[in-house]
């Protein structure tokens, strides 16, 4: 299989400019000058976490391995040793929670402010955004925090809060009820504001659930509670068949000349189509993604990135090393925001994609791929590998049943082409973190070997699988995590 190249970048890339603030202006902070529709706007530019999953799912996966040098941080470090995450700050699961209860804080807010204003109807696409953006925090709360949904467990499985009221933190007492329940919450607001979503007030729109970022978000949400037709229904009111490949990121077409400076900028950024929904983040991820102890090496590259694929042919993307050990993607990067004009310090950001067109095409490739849409599985996987493959040939690059079959030495259509599948979706989202979501859903062992030799063994169900709650929601009579 051919092998891609590999090119070195010895310096360390500055952070890449003229990024838009994700907020003008900060909300009032009272939240209580909420008297139109422009206000609620700018308030809902806060109902989505603003922190980072990458880090602390990224170094559970079976994505990293142990460098034995590099940046050594508790978010990146107890992850991989399967351990409870101790530290509390940017890039931690505490972090996280945090982060999305105060956006359900906002959410609910704006709900509220909607519902008692004098004409509702001016309000109604402030509601359906607050309606599905309360339902996103949750759902992804419920999937990092609670085991993943399965029909048979789901009504005895320890979910999360679902708040509905407006609070700034959660104090008072709460009940984590059941996944099942969570699941409902979710659907039941889902449902409710995707009928009121319109992309036509935002000044950018990516910043916002659009409809097709709606959409994107109830394939996505589907496609976990195993609702596959449903997956593909909402997959092709996003993307119609036809428009799907026009939203793929051009990786080995225009992306493939950019330099690595050039590929920060874009790869996050709201001009670039195949990013459905980005939010900014307080996060150093950008900043240490190829740098962390426990990460990429050239092992680790040459199974994911380097070894060739059921095509024949190589794949595109273009992977770099600030040193032996360290070796990164172009696409995730931090920014930095300085505290005035003259400072020398301020605040670290990174930009993360929340939905992206090549989720939501995997999403469809999964859903069809267990209804046995044998067919439009496999004209979405080409659609992809025409994007990605170096010199792509449709006649020499075709995937086709056999010939996954044989590739993975399989005779089960469906294990074929998820076989395929979840090969293009590791290697696309490599370093981003939502490898972690497959492996828990599908509850596939993770096995961690140290740099002593030690091995780590994560079983399918092994409890250390769901992130802790914090400490501090003992507080709301919230009961842990059993470990």
Known sequence: MQRKALYILLTILPAFAGCE?????????????????????????????????????????????????????????????????????????????QAAYKAIAAANNALIACENAKDTAAYSRQKGEALVARAYSHFMLVNLFSKSYDATTANADMGIPYVTEPEDVVFRQYDR??????????????????????????????????????????????????DYSKVVMYADMAFPTSQTGTYLRPW???????????????????????????????????????????????????????RGNVTGGGWCFPVYTYSTNDYFVPKVSEYFVKQSVNANIGFIYTMVPLFTAEELLFNRVEANANLGNTAAALADLNLYASTRITNYNPSTHNITLAK???????????????????????????????????????KVPVTHVTRDGETLELGAEDPRRVFQLPVTAKTSGLPMNPR
């Open 177 to 226: 009820k059941t996944v099942a329940y969570v699941y409902e919450q979710i659907e039941k607001d889902l449902l409710a504001g995707l009928p009121l979503i319109r992309d036509d007030k935002y000044k950018v729109p990516s910043y916002h659930f659009t409809q097709k970022a709606a959409y994107a978000f109830a394939a996505r949400f589907y496609l976990y509670k195993r």
């Open 252 to 306: 080995n077409t225009s992306y493939v000349f950019m330099s690595p400076l050039e590929l920060f900028n874009i790869y996050t950024n709201s001009s670039e189509k195949a990013n459905l929904l980005l939010v900014e983040t307080a996060s150093s991820y950008g900043r240490y993604v190829g740098r962390y102890r426990f990460g990429m090496n050239y092992p680790m590259y040459y199974e994911i990135l380097g």
């Open 404 to 442: 996954s079959k044989t590739y993975y030495g399989v005779t089960d259509n469906r294990e074929a082409l998820l076989s395929v599948l979840f090969d293009f979706k590791r290697a696309e989202f490599v370093q981003e973190g939502l490898r972690w979501f497959d492996l828990m859903r599908y």
């Open 21 to 97: 603030k994700y907020l003008d202006q900060a909300p009032d902070s009272s939240w209580t000058q909420l008297d139109t529709p422009e206000k609620v706007s700018q308030l809902l530019g806060t109902a989505y976490p603003q922190a980072n999953y990458m880090t602390f799912c990224e170094a559970m996966s079976d994505n990293v391995m142990d460098k034995g040098t590099g940046v050594d941080a508790r978010t990146n470090r107890d992850p991989f040793y399967f351990n409870d995450v101790q530290n509390i700050n940017e890039d931690s699961p505490e972090y996280y929670w």
